[in-house]
Nanobody, 124 residues
Framework: QVQLVESGGGLVQAGGSLRLSCAASGRTIGSYAMGWFRQAPGKEREFVAA????????SYADSVKRRFTIARDNAENTVYLQMNSLKPEDTAAYYC?????????????????WGQGTQVTVSS
């Protein structure tokens, strides 16, 4: 079993930055791809970013490319999402997830373990 705990969410003005963290426990995530997803009120959960087990391959949703960066520290069993130039439409609950394979999938159905989420609110 893998437990994932997100942190770093909060309220920020448009144009600001936040860094989300996802700390894993229970077992090492070093061989798993990791992803970030988000869900805004009244909307379906959507893909944000993903990273392969080694960090050598990443995927991003078009809406966050060049603004968000996903990274991982396998020694610390932690994944990060650096969010810059935040927009009001980035407001959502952000979830960390772990896939049982190493490829950075964009499909949430490929992810097996999920965190409880952290809220990000961007004011205009």
């Amino acid at each position: 079993q893998v437990q994932l705990v997100e942190s770093g969410g909060g309220l920020v003005q448009a144009g600001g930055s936040l860094r989300l963290s996802c700390a894993a426990s229970g077992r090492t995530i070093g061989s798993y791809a990791m992803g970030w997803f988000r869900q805004a009120p009244g909307k379906e959960r959507e893909f944000v970013a993903a990273i392969s087990w080694s960090g050598g391959s990443t995927s991003y949703a078009d809406s966050v490319k060049r603004r968000f960066t996903i990274a991982r520290d396998n020694a610390e069993n932690t994944v990060y999402l650096q969010m810059n130039s935040l927009k009001p439409e980035d407001t959502a609950a952000y979830y960390c997830a772990a896939a049982l394979r190493s490829y950075p999938y964009t499909d949430q159905h490929e992810y097996y373990y999920w965190g409880q989420g952290t809220q990000v609110t961007v004011s205009s």
